[in-house]
């Protein structure tokens, strides 16, 4: 029996606000197989970061709602942990790089300290295990010095620098599911592409399953296999980034692609650019969210709710995709 990686079944979140409930995640679902990456993409305020502290279960408790049917990691359900219990699978069996270092790494502990404690945390051992294991994952990451940067505190790294040590924190336990959440954004691009092969290395080598979380379609393209197109808190695209960036289906993946100087470059786009702008969360359009932007809009767009079937490998919600 296949088991994935990661599954997320039925996932919603919302806030409760002054202005009325905000559906910022909607009823999605979809898996990665171990030892691959899948690109979750969208306009921003679609729903990307809200999806994944959802599945990490880091989303307050106050004002926030989220349901699931399940989330599963190695078929293990983890949507309904307590605290104590989600603490034990956090860093173990999923781990999250943030955009912004200082997001997970402490200014007051060196580098060492804060990747020596979360392999102690879920595996325990003595000083000298502890210490041999950190260094070894500074220089799985491709530091070649890693004592000196294991005595580093953040503020003494540069920003390249602190991303890959928060990808050692991240990878120290070897977690089964890792999601990058915009973690090379704030990057130059010869950082960021040393960081995405360091990504690369250590999924190969560990067969990590990786939700990359991005603006950027042309690094998802250069790093995924899969990619998932996010908008207005529901998928409206899944499927390999080959068949995405050759012959997009849904008309808002090709209008992200459109964006692309390179991708037009090679393939004329179908649609320039995207009209219009993103609705606003409490006031979300009836039927497809995307009709009031979209050039194919029906009448049965505005009617009804395209479905999105999540068991197939290419899924599009969409009456009218493109053929
Ligand atoms: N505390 C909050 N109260 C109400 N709405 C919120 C709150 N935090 C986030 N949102 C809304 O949730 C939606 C999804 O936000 P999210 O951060 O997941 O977007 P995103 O796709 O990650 O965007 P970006 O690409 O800019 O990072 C947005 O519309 C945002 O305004
Ligand atoms: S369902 Fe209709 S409005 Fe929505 S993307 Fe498809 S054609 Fe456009
Ligand atoms: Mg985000």
Known sequence: MSCH??????????FET?????????????????????GLVGESGCGKTMTALAILGLLPTSGVGVSAASIEINGKDISSLNAAQRRAVLGRDIAMIFQQPGTALDPVFTIGHQISAVYRRHFGGSKKHLWQIMLDSLEAVGFSRAEKIASAYPHQLSGGMRQLAMIAMATVCNPVVIIADESTTALDNSTKSLILKQLE???????????????????????????????????LE???CQSLYSHAQHPYSA?????????????????SAIPGQVPSATDLPSGCHFAPRCI????????????????????????????
């Open 18 to 38: 002054d202005s009325g409930r905000r559906q910022v995640v909607d009823h999605i679902s979809f898996s990665i197989n171990a030892g691959e990456s899948t």
């Open 255 to 271: 209008g992200l692609l459109s964006c692309i100087p390179q991708v037009s470059a090679n393939r004329p786009p179908r649609i």
């Open 238 to 240: 899944r499927t390999d």
């Open 5 to 14: 990686a990661l599954k997320v079944n039925d996932l919603s979140v919302w």
């Open 296 to 323: 194919r809009v029906k009448p049965q767009c505005q009617q009804s709710v395209p479905h999105f079937d999540s068991e197939d490998d290419r899924a599009v919600a969409c009456f009218r995709p493109l053929s």
């Open 201 to 235: 290395r250590l999924q190969l080598q560990h067969k990590t399953a990786i939700l990359l979380i991005s603006h950027d379609l042309a690094m998802v393209r250069q790093s995924c296999r899969n990619v998932l197109v996010m908008y207005c808190g529901r998928l």
